[in-house]
Each structure stands twice: as C-alpha cells, then as structure tokens.
C-alpha cells in the first residue's frame, strides 16, 4: 500500500483546491504527505480506490456523490487496512440532510451519528478539552494554551471507541468589567478514534477551516505559512497544523 491519502471535499462551486480546502491541503503539503483530491462537487469515480491509498479523508464531501457499492468498497478496503477520517462540516456525519446517517459508514466511523440535523453553532465560546493521552496531541499545550471552536456535528463515541478531545459550549456575560462563563449542557465529542477490521478510523467533530474552525486555526507560539499545488498560500499556528498533521499521520499508519 502507498503511502498517499486520497482527500475529498471542501469545496463549493468550483473544482480546485484555492478554497477552504487549502487549509488541509497545505497542512499536508507542510508535513509532506502526499495526496490525490476530489472537490465536494465531483462524483466519486470507481477507478480511484484502485490507486492503493494508504487512507481517505472525507470532509464536506456529499454522500449523494458516493453510490451505495463505492461506500461498501470504502467499508471493505477500511477492513483491510486503509484508514478513514472524517473531519466535520454541514456535509459530514449526519450534517444537513442526514448525510452519512443511513450508509455503511455508520458501522465504519468509530461514533454513533444522531438521528437529523447534527450541526451546532456557537456564537459564544466553544473550548477544546484534552480527555486523554495519544500520540495524535502529543505534547500540544490544551491545558495552559486551551484553543475554541465556532461549531461542530454532534455524535457520540461508541463504546469500544477512545475519546482523546471534547468541546465545552459557555455563556459568557461581562459585568463590570468582568467576564463570567457559565458552561451551556454537557461536553461534545469532538476527537475520537478506533479501528474497524485492520483500518484504523477517526472522527474529528469541527472543520479545519473557517468558520467552524475558529480560534484553532490560529492556535500556536509560531506562524506557519504553506501552499499547496494549485491552492492558495495559507498562514496558521503551528499547533494547528500539528494536530491535523498527527491525525490524518495515525489514521493513514504514516511514520
């Protein structure tokens, strides 16, 4: 198996890269890892599964653009050892219109997806939590540098799933000068991995770009600039690009 990702989605009305998708892509190109893209108005083509891919990311991608057999080969090529990620947006998961909800993916993805609309919006403040320890955080700062979010698809972890990151939702008030914030329900999932057959699968419940992103694509002490072949220049923070680095590197088994 090669070690090439094959990225899909993140786009609207055009079919290159110089969109939201530059955010991703140019993490990748910074981390050197070599991928194949397909834009969210592209229909999956049967050939590319041929191509070997060491892993898959679907984000923002339509499920209508899958035909129920390439999904079920995506499922199988998973068992055999391709690994999957899923980054969030109103086309993933559930998303707008029960995207993934009713396909072969429920049984892949290593989160249980809700029954409708699962996209929340924050306007207030929207922190990210570090759950537990893994290899895909390492030693990024979550508990003295804590990033946020602007939005997220809820699911919930399945029960052999592993839970790394969650989010918090507050209102915030400001009353002489100080502020208050008062946590708005429970957590969200927001990071979680597992395995399905030999193919290691994750779920990541934010965008990596804007503007359900947020705060965290400016989260780091450096800046890192990065361009992809045919994208635009992207400038973000160095922990940022680390996170979503170290986790399309574990899902796809890249060393």
């Not at 086309?91 to 609309?117: A, C, H, W």
């Not at 990033?147 to 809820?154: A, D």
């Amino acid at each position: 198996m090669s070690e090439k990702i094959l990225y899909l989605g993140d786009t609207t009305l055009d079919t290159t890269l110089d969109t939201a998708a530059a955010y991703l892509a140019g993490v990748m190109t910074a981390c050197d890892i070599k991928f194949d893209y397909l834009a969210s108005n592209e229909p999956f083509d049967d050939g590319m599964l041929g191509n070997d891919y060491t892993g898959i990311i679907i984000s923002d991608y339509p499920a209508e653009n899958f035909t129920g057999e390439q999904l079920a080969l995506i499922a199988e090529k998973v068992k055999e050892g391709m690994g999957l990620l899923m980054v969030g947006g109103w086309e993933s998961f559930s998303g707008l219109g029960r995207q993934y909800t009713d396909t072969i993916l429920k049984d892949v993805l290593p989160v249980n997806m809700i029954d409708g609309d699962d996209r929340v919006n924050s306007s207030g403040p929207c922190l990210i939590e570090k759950v537990c320890e893994h290899e895909i955080i390492g030693d990024l700062p979550f508990e003295k540098n804590t990033p946020g979010i602007g939005g997220y698809n809820s699911f919930e972890a399945k029960p052999d799933a592993k839970l790394i990151l969650r989010s918090q939702r507050f209102n915030a008030k400001c009353e002489k000068g100080t502020f208050q914030f008062e946590a708005m329900g429970e957590s969200a999932a927001l990071l979680v991995i597992g395995s399905y057959g030999k193919g290691r699968v994750c779920a990541f419940a934010t965008d990596a770009a804007p503007h359900w992103v947020g705060g965290l694509v400016d989260w780091g002490d450096k800046r890192v600039h990065a361009q992809a072949s045919g994208a635009g220049e992207i400038e973000v923070g160095n922990w940022y690009a680390n996170l979503f680095g170290n986790m399309v590197k574990w899902m796809a088994a890249i060393d």
